[in-house]
């Protein structure tokens, strides 16, 4: 969570249809992530160096410790496998340290070099291009499995975006995809202590109900949504807030019993088959 400006209404996210928006809204959405890389802010190394890209996995799999857990990085060794808004590649690295063959998308150029950059200090090999994911340019049905984790609620039309990953997809094909949860804890504790979102100044940001999920996941079947990430205690934040979260809030929630908090977790996890 951070503190940032609320958003113009207009520029929330909605139920859309293909092609509501103009040229402009995807050259704004580039602009920001250029400008904003995923958890960035946590990085002391310089971009792009090896301990930085260590950093962020080492961040990243702290804060969403239930991740390697749902999805086993290791799984598509030989698959071709596609990830949507892949950032610089954290999760990109993984799939293809597990031996899948990789495709990452993103819409900003910044986090593309830092996508290729991050292979390639591992030794990894992967196909990495700066596209829309509401418009990919890949043929039907060419992928194994298409990976979309913070994507589709950043985008300006996310119905658009799983229409495309279906499209893709090739048949039988998985899709593992992830949005943030409007009726979740960290909605709740943001409103309640008066800090923003993360990345709530971005040109888009959509919130879902399970049910608004999936009906933008209609073009798949078999869906099935694991809501996830609980409290941990959060590096990006000092001050007495912080304190208050990390001292009280973050023990007393992870003492109530899972399975009568699981509805409220921030990560909607989406595993779908086309
Ligand atoms: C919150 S970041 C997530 C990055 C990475 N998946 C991760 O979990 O660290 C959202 C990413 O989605 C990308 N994005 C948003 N809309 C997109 C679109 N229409 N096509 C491709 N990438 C998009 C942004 O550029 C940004 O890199």
Excluded at 116 to 126: A, I, V
Excluded at 136 to 147: G, R, T
Aim: with cysteine; glycine share 10%.
């Amino acid at each position: 969570m951070s503190a940032m400006a609320p958003m113009a209404a207009s520029e929330r996210g909605t139920a859309s249809g293909a092609g509501r928006h103009s040229n402009d809204a995807y050259d704004r959405i580039a602009a920001y992530w250029n400008e904003h890389i995923h958890d960035l802010s946590v990085a002391t190394q310089p971009a792009g160096s090896r301990g930085f890209f260590e950093e962020l996995d080492a961040y990243r799999f702290d804060k969403l410790r239930y991740l390697p857990k749902l999805v086993d990085f290791g799984a598509f060794g030989g698959q071709s496998l596609l990830e949507v808004g892949c950032g610089v590649g954290i999760d990109l690295a993984r799939f293809a340290g597990g031996g899948a063959r990789v495709t990452g998308i993103d819409l900003a150029a910044t986090s593309i070099e830092l996508a290729r950059t991050n292979l390639s200090q591992r030794g990894l090999t992967g196909e990495l291009s700066v596209m829309n994911g509401e418009q990919m340019s890949f043929a039907d049905s060419q992928f194994d499995m298409v990976y979309a984790h913070g994507a589709l609620q950043y985008t300006a039309d996310a119905a658009r975006m799983a229409a495309e990953i279906h499209r893709v997809l090739k048949p039988g094909g998985t899709a593992i995809m992830m949005v943030y949860n409007r009726r979740s804890w960290l909605r709740f504790m943001s409103k309640t202590m008066g800090v923003g979102l993360e990345h709530e100044d971005s040109p888009f940001l959509r919130l879902f109900t399970r049910r608004e999920f999936r009906s933008v996941l209609a073009p798949f079947r078999n869906v099935r949504i694991v809501p996830e990430r609980f409290p941990v205690a959060t590096k990006l934040h000092r001050g007495v807030k912080a304190v208050l979260y990390n001292g009280v809030f973050v023990g007393v929630f992870n003492l109530l019993p899972r399975p009568l908090v699981r509805w409220s977790g921030w990560h909607l996890m989406a595993f779908a088959t086309k």
